[in-house]
């Protein structure tokens, strides 16, 4: 909430005449409150993300390996984190603040930011682990492999492609969503966009923000599928 | 380890949970060190599942199975398995790693040391008839002949004293096949393994086996012997059914035209009018060259082109009635 108050741009005027006379898009401004407003919300942004998504992770991964192992959990996870992700985001945000021990903080935030995470990845990383050929499968345990090494051998870097395809769309939904966090706790690149919504003159902050929303959701994908990439040299070779 | 196992198969049985026939009936058979067994019958028969008792990919319900008298119950089921070499029709080769990786599987799980696994990959790839730079390659890049042979070469890895080998190379087409089999019988002249082949097809059966077993629906052991007894002797008329109609032609194939006893040539058999056979080809192969050329008798040659004596139609059909 402290770091909340750094980013309540100053608008009022100033020696910024673009602005005191609400041209439309004023580059000057963004230039100028670049270190004070803009930067810090992107950071604040990258934060909110990293976090949900890694936690987000966690969580999807743990029941992902969970339902691999034993069938009957897949039904139940499903459900449940289907529910969550298909409860509006406003709504989300609105029935956790009611929880007395939650406020508006941004524990609330990445509780619901996580929450939208958990159908993606559980799906995704399951149906990678699923994925595996049967003969695959067959053979490693043929060869004497165990469960546990059959899933970190064979499974877990053959599922790294559907598992990456998750984390990807995970993050740009996140990416997204975090911006209506702002509604609850004032960080992030929402911010600047709450304060132009509320100002109804000044449009500048709301294009900027909403613009590096939009680049931040597109570098991350890009370095997902980087990462991607790198971790799965197999993936590209085709036959010669 | 030793370089091959005695496999016992004694009174062996599987029921599956909730199913009421056997899918094994009493299955009893030995396999001397260093054969090849084929184990065959159709579909359905319970061939795949009497291999995979062996390596505990199944649990026998009753009886016992043993490498060189020993059980195999009291194993523990992975370490019982990097001991036994194990390839499948699919191969199942590791899409993620390359051949060197996939064939240094076994050896890495039993913690050999690295310059040796480097070695043992070396060797083995010469061994398939495979290029040394194919290590590097992913499986996704080569053809399913090279496939199947770095599956066997994965199999091998760890010099097990047995191998199972499940339709190994029912997947690919008739000429590879072929080239394949005749690989793995050359391959299995250096290495001499015990090796439990199971196949649907009784010509590769007659062709790999030093022994067969026949098994029928129900997992019954319907025959084990010998290409040449099956062919000669089928112990009743399933096997006769299932050895097929042309098992006399089946047992010329056999036979080398160098093992009949050759009639002694005559200045009087015209050498150019007659065909001339090679000495190492199958009989079978001659009686169609005698066919096509018109003639009752041809001449056989040995390798460096020296005629070894007169082969006739009339000999080859003796033949069959007195086995060599």
Redesign the interface.
């Known amino acids: 909430m402290i770091i909340a108050q750094t980013v309540i741009p100053n608008f009022g005027g100033g020696p910024n005449s673009c602005v005191r006379e609400n041209r439309g898009f004023c580059l000057s401004w963004v230039q100028d409150n670049w270190n004070s407003v803009l930067w810090p919300a992107v950071r604040q942004h990258i934060e909110l993300t990293a976090i949900a998504v890694v936690i987000g992770f966690v969580i999807a991964f743990g029941l992902a390996l969970l339902a691999h192992r034993r069938r009957g959990f897949e039904t139940p996870i499903t459900v449940s984190t289907g529910v969550l992700y298909t409860i509006p985001s406003l709504a989300l945000f609105q029935i956790l603040v009611g929880f007395s021990f939650l406020g508006l903080n941004r524990l609330t935030v990445e509780i619901a930011l996580v929450s939208y995470t958990l159908l993606i990845l559980f799906r995704n990383t399951l149906e990678g682990l699923r994925g595996v050929?049967?003969?695959?499968?067959?053979?490693?345990?043929?060869?004497?492999?165990?469960r546990r090494?059959i899933l970190t051998r064979?499974e877990l870097?053959?599922a790294l492609p559907a598992i990456v395809a998750g984390l990807r769309i995970a993050t740009v939904t996140v990416i997204s969503l975090a911006t209506v966090a702002a509604f609850i706790d004032d960080e992030g690149l929402g911010s600047p966009i709450f304060r132009a919504i509320q100002s109804n003159v000044f449009k500048t902050e709301l294009f900027a923000a909403g613009g590096l929303a939009v680049i931040l959701a597109l570098l991350a994908d890009a370095a997902l599928v980087l990462a991607q990439r790198l971790v799965?040299p197999?993936?590209r070779?085709?036959?010669? | 380890m030793s370089s091959a196992a005695t496999v016992e198969f004694a009174h062996v049985a599987k029921r599956y949970p909730g199913r009421e026939e056997y899918a094994i009936r009493d299955l009893s058979f030995t396999v001397p060190a260093g054969e090849v067994c084929v184990l065959v019958g159709p579909s359905g028969c319970g061939k795949t599942t009497a291999m995979r008792l062996v390596n505990r990919m199944i649990e026998l319900t009753s009886g016992d199975i043993l490498l060189d008298g020993q059980s195999i119950l009291g194993r523990d089921e992975a370490q019982l398995r990097r001991e036994i070499g194990y390839a499948i029709q699919q191969v199942g080769l590791f899409p993620h790693v390359n051949v060197g990786d996939n064939i240094a599987t076994v050896p890495r799980l039993l913690g050999w040391d690295k310059p040796r696994i480097r070695a043992r990959i070396e060797e083995l790839l010469e061994l398939v008839g495979l290029e040394p730079e194919m290590r590097r390659r992913y499986p996704a890049q080569l053809s399913g002949g090279q496939r199947q042979r770095v599956g066997v070469a994965r199999a091998l890895a760890a010099d097990p004293p047995l191998m199972l080998m499940d339709e190994p190379f029912g997947a690919i087409d008739p000429i590879t096949r072929a080239r394949l089999q005749d690989e793995f019988l050359r391959l299995q002249t250096e290495i001499r393994k015990t090796v439990l082949f199971v196949t649907h097809d009784i010509d590769e059966a007659i062709k790999m086996g030093d022994r067969i077993a026949v098994l029928r629906h129900g997992g019954e052991l319907a025959q084990f012997a010998t290409p040449g007894e099956l062919l000669m002797h089928p112990a009743d008329e399933f096997v006769e059914q299932f050895v097929g109609a042309d098992r006399a032609l089946k047992r010329l194939a056999l036979t080398r035209v160098r093992d009949l006893e050759l009639r002694v040539l005559m200045s009087e058999h015209d050498r150019n009018g007659h065909v001339r056979i090679a000495a190492d080809e199958s009989v079978r192969d001659a009686l169609a060259k005698l066919l096509q050329s018109g003639r009752q008798e041809g001449i056989v040659v040995d390798a460096d082109g020296s005629e070894r004596g007169v082969i006739s139609i009339d000999l080859i059909s003796r033949s069959l009635e007195n086995p060599a």
């Open positions: 050929p049967a003969e695959v499968r067959e053979a490693a345990l043929g060869m004497g492999l165990t090494q064979v870097p053959l799965t197999w993936a070779r085709q036959r010669a």
